[in-house]
């Protein structure tokens, strides 16, 4: 079946690392992402991973691919204000471009 | 180059009634996936159209179905609105839907209201 799976809520000090965690079902996704979205925006893409690749580091995020746990991580390295949104974790299903997410999660940055 | 939009981006409908949500994918786009969002909870997908034509569909009954026009434009049309179908539309865009990566662009969406 298709279920993805995230912790609902994550508290951190500004400065400090974050990492979101995230399961999924589906062992022929060929592709996994992470998107932000803001009070009351649409989903923006931070970052994928290919899923025969472990790790991806762009700028402040890595993503961190356990392919035999099925289990994906993202890492925000010197969490800011600006980053406090939710956060969700999606696999792509079906021959198709279709999107499967999980709940999200909400980073809240505090001082 | 324009990206996503969406329009209304606000509606409040009653039980019973229908609706049409409007989506322009972005340019050189020919890919539209249209996604509900319930209160707190993800994204779920309801189909998406390639060139025209259906090319997927989720867990939605048949009162939502879908156009996309020759210059892929799309609508989604819900009939016989339910109090359930209160959520936030999402449209997304994207050229193609093969297994190589294709990106979906996300517009802002439009927050339906059934009262």
């Known amino acids: 079946g298709e279920d993805v799976e995230q912790s609902l809520f994550l508290s951190v000090r500004e400065g400090d690392s974050s990492v979101i965690n995230c399961t999924y079902t589906?062992?022929?996704?060929?592709?996994l992402y992470w998107y932000k979205q803001e009070p009351g925006a649409g989903l923006q893409l931070l970052t994928y991973?290919?899923?025969?690749?472990d790790m991806k580091q762009d700028q402040r995020l890595t993503v961190l691919l356990n392919k035999k746990d099925k289990h994906l991580s993202l890492r925000i390295a010197d969490t800011q204000t600006g980053d406090s949104a939710i956060y969700f974790c999606?696999?792509?299903?079906?021959?198709?471009?279709?999107?499967?997410f999980g709940a999200g999660t909400r980073l809240a940055v505090h001082p | 180059e324009t990206g996503v939009t969406q329009s209304p981006t606000h509606l409040i409908k009653t039980r019973g009634q229908q609706v049409t949500l409007r989506c322009s994918s972005q340019?050189?786009?020919?890919?539209v996936s249209w996604y509900q969002q319930a209160l707190g909870q993800g994204p779920q997908f309801i189909f998406q159209?390639?060139?025209?034509?259906?090319?997927g569909r989720g867990n939605f009954p048949p009162r939502f179905s879908g156009l996309q026009f020759p210059n892929y434009s799309s609508e989604l049309n819900v009939n016989a609105l339910e109090l359930d179908d209160s959520a936030l539309y999402l449209c997304?865009?994207?050229?193609?839907?093969?297994?190589?990566?294709?990106?979906?662009?996300f517009g802002p969406g439009t927050r339906l209201t059934v009262l």
């Open positions: 340019s050189g786009h020919n890919t």
């Open positions: 991973i290919f899923s025969n690749m």
């Open positions: 999606a696999e792509r299903g079906g021959g198709y471009n279709k999107l499967i």
């Open positions: 159209y390639y060139r025209e034509e259906e090319n």
């Open positions: 997304a865009s994207s050229f193609g839907f093969s297994s190589s990566y294709n990106e979906q662009f």
């Open positions: 589906d062992s022929s996704s060929t592709y």
